[in-house]
């Protein structure tokens, strides 16, 4: 089964930069389009970056996404670090049959 | 304004069914990908059903055969029916859409549901 790997979780400072990656389990993760979810405690998931890199209306250009595949990963920069930007963050994108997969989440700390 | 609106949750005991709604607005249901999403406690998100818009289906295998998805066009809502619920099923229940042409998600509030052992 296709999976997706994410850091358990990143810590940095206000106003730095941070970068999260996630790495697919086989195949081709530039196949299919990565979407990055973000969810403050006791909040539902919102869309930061869908279809690789594109930003939702609303969503600062802080926050970019990326592929790499060299490394069969996508990749969400959050630059310019803020305490708001404190959530849990996850990957999604779809197996060989066109179904949901998501990651495990990174708990982003601003220090 | 799109929103999407779940009801429905409770606690029920295992072995017992709740139906969860989602009410859609500033869209219509029969024209989207709709997807219900959950999260156990303390744990990430899991994709557990997707009504595609031609009304095909998509089930988890950890629901397959207990869940339903569904819609009603005329009230412009989806549904998951959940019979033969387990601890295993306690989670907050996302509904979701994904855009017509494209991967960007619209999401709901999440009802919570509960199942006593």
């Known amino acids: 089964n296709f999976m997706l790997t994410q850091p358990h979780s990143v810590s940095e400072s206000p106003g730095k930069t941070v970068t999260i990656s996630c790495t697919g389990s086989?195949?081709?993760?530039?196949?299919?389009?990565v979407q990055w979810y973000q969810q403050r405690p006791g909040s539902a998931p919102t869309t930061i970056i869908y279809?690789?890199?594109?930003?939702p209306s609303g969503v600062p250009d802080r926050f970019s996404g990326s592929i790499d595949r060299s490394s069969n990963s996508a990749s969400l920069t959050i630059s310019g670090l803020k305490t708001e930007d404190e959530a849990d963050y996850y990957c999604?994108?779809?197996?060989?049959?066109?179904?949901?997969?998501f990651g495990g989440g990174t708990k982003v700390t601003v220090l | 304004e799109v929103q999407l609106v779940e009801s429905g949750g409770g606690l029920v005991q295992s072995g017992g069914s709740l139906r969860l709604s989602c009410a859609i607005s500033?869209?219509?249901?029969?024209?989207?990908?709709m997807i219900w999403v959950r999260q156990a406690p303390g744990k990430g998100l899991e994709c557990v059903s997707v009504?595609?818009?031609?009304?095909?289906?998509y089930y988890a295998d950890s629901v397959k055969g207990r869940f339903t998805i569904s819609r009603d066009d005329s009230e412009n809502t989806m549904y998951l029916q959940m019979n033969s619920l387990t601890y295993e099923d306690t989670a907050v229940y996302y509904c979701?859409?994904?855009?017509?042409?494209?991967?960007?998600?619209?999401w709901g509030q999440g009802t919570r549901v509960s199942v006593s052992s």
């Open positions: 279809e690789d890199n594109q930003r």
């Open positions: 979701a859409r994904r855009y017509t042409l494209g991967h960007q998600v619209d």
């Open positions: 500033g869209f219509a249901v029969r024209k989207n990908y």
């Open positions: 999604q994108s779809y197996d060989t049959t066109n179904h949901w997969v």
């Open positions: 086989s195949g081709n993760i530039a196949a299919n389009y």
């Open positions: 009504l595609y818009s031609a009304g095909t289906t």
